[in-house]
């Protein structure tokens, strides 16, 4: 992709603008959900299960849709995605509001085509990046990843407190979001157009990303930390909810600091990427979020002190700051290793399978968290479960370093000679 500097600069804007809308969605929703819960009566495992539906589209269709992005281009991609994205707000309005029979299946349908768009802009918005920036992606990846964290901050907040307010004006306002990104997803869909003429990914499949011994050690660490963040994402609301007391503004509010801490670690691990390579800061973020996690376990054993509670809260910050450690990375690690071993072009179809790594450790946290909660009745034995694949997933990059920065820094070394 050749573009002016100015032209980078816009397309910059319209991906980060979507990322923004996507994460806004889906953290505008974390809130809201113990009122689901309540409304429909649903268990713990239930309504971590609803969470969990969100990215279920993303582990089915992630190459798909990468191969989507390698033929048309990532801008008429993400362009359907804020339509998308607009008509699925008005449907979780449908459903909370209870104006058809039957209105949980339709959260369930507003879910996963919700998680369809999500999986879409992630695929398209780092397939983009990968292009037009082939020599500092690890920085415009962390970058796109901590602009988005805007999106995740206000998401919360937003979704709690209109939610409180009104249910009907919160829909509505989380519609408006992904609407006001169309024109400028419209601009990139004509900047960033499709290679029909490129050939580079011919028949491959995902299959091959299985049968390469280094994709598929990245997709299993890929999988191993959103098993956590996941499993956080839907259980750190019914904690607030439950040890608390907390509404869905309060709630909100936590989470945006929450987020908050991820982001900053998203936008510094990305820039020390780019100077140092990945591995290093991969392997400092999976011990600390172990500690993290096995500290949490130990203040839950008594939470009849609420200030016990805060230190949970303020300790699972220090996790989020470090989880970015551990996954940042991997983008630029994904990119160079498809690159290397099956060439230029398939850029999307790289961040597909990526998205399904990411996509099954997102659906099976919730799915872990909530039935651990329901037998064990223990937070304690919950957060302290959550840091066994933080484990497993330390002894794989130890075991793999060399290997992985054997790979990164051959396909950079590559790169530089050929500008």
């Known amino acids: 992709m050749k573009l002016s500097e100015r032209e980078k600069r ?6 980060s603008a979507a990322f923004i809308a996507n994460l806004l969605g889906y953290a505008f929703i974390v809130p809201i959900l113990p009122s689901w819960k309540l409304q429909f009566d649903l268990s713990n495992t239930q309504a971590t299960a609803l969470v969990s539906l969100w990215a279920v589209p993303l582990f089915f269709l992630g190459p798909k849709t990468g191969r989507l992005v390698d033929r048309f281009g990532a801008g008429r991609i993400i362009l359907a995605s804020m339509i998308l ?12 509001a209870e104006m058809v029979d039957g ?3 339709f959260l369930a349908l507003a879910r996963v085509l919700h998680g369809l768009a999500g999986a879409a802009v992630m695929t398209a918005g780092f397939a983009a990046a990968s292009e037009i920036w082939p020599l500092n992606f690890g920085e ?14 206000l998401g919360p907040v937003l979704g709690g407190v209109t939610f409180e307010y009104s249910e009907t004006f919160a829909f509505i306002i989380l519609a408006m979001v992904p609407a006001l990104v169309i024109p400028f997803a419209f601009f990139a869909a004509k900047k960033i157009t ?16 299985l049968r390469n011994p280094i994709l598929l050690r990245l997709g299993v660490l890929i999988a191993l930390a959103t098993i956590a963040t996941g499993a956080l994402e839907a259980g750190i609301p019914l904690f607030l909810a439950e040890g608390l007391g907390m509404g869905s503004g309060m709630i909100g509010l936590v989470i945006l600091v929450m987020v908050l801490v991820q982001g900053l670690g998203s936008w510094i691990w990305g820039i020390q990427v780019d100077k140092k390579g990945p591995v290093r800061f991969m392997i400092f973020g999976w011990i600390i979020v172990t500690i993290t996690l096995l500290a949490c376990s130990y203040v839950a054993t008594d939470l009849s002190n609420k200030s016990s509670i805060w230190l949970i809260i303020g300790i699972l910050a220090a996790f989020q700051f470090s989880i970015a450690a551990t996954q940042v990375p991997m983008l630029p690690m994904i990119d160079t290793a498809t690159t ?13 399978a990526f998205g399904t790594a990411w996509a099954a450790g997102t659906i099976i946290g919730p799915l872990l968290i909530g039935p651990v909660l329901d037998y064990s009745g223990s937070w304690a034995i919950t957060l ?8 497993i997933g330390l002894m794989i990059t130890i075991a793999n370093g060399h290997v992985l920065n054997s790979c990164y820094e051959a396909e950079m070394s590559m790169r530089k000679e050929s500008q």
């Open 10 to 15: 816009l397309v910059f804007f319209a991906l």
């Open 103 to 105: 209105a949980f299946y």
């Open 340 to 352: 290397q071993a099956y060439g230029s072009g398939s850029a999307g179809l790289a961040f597909g």
């Open 384 to 391: 302290g479960m959550l840091a066994i694949p933080m484990i």
């Open 140 to 153: 415009i990846s962390g970058k796109l990843v901590g602009t988005a964290v805007i999106g995740g901050l």
């Open 85 to 96: 994205l607009t008509l699925t707000s008005l449907l979780y309005l449908v459903a909370t």
């Open 194 to 209: 499709g290679k029909p003429d490129n050939n580079a990914q011919g028949g491959v499949s995902l299959g091959v990303f």
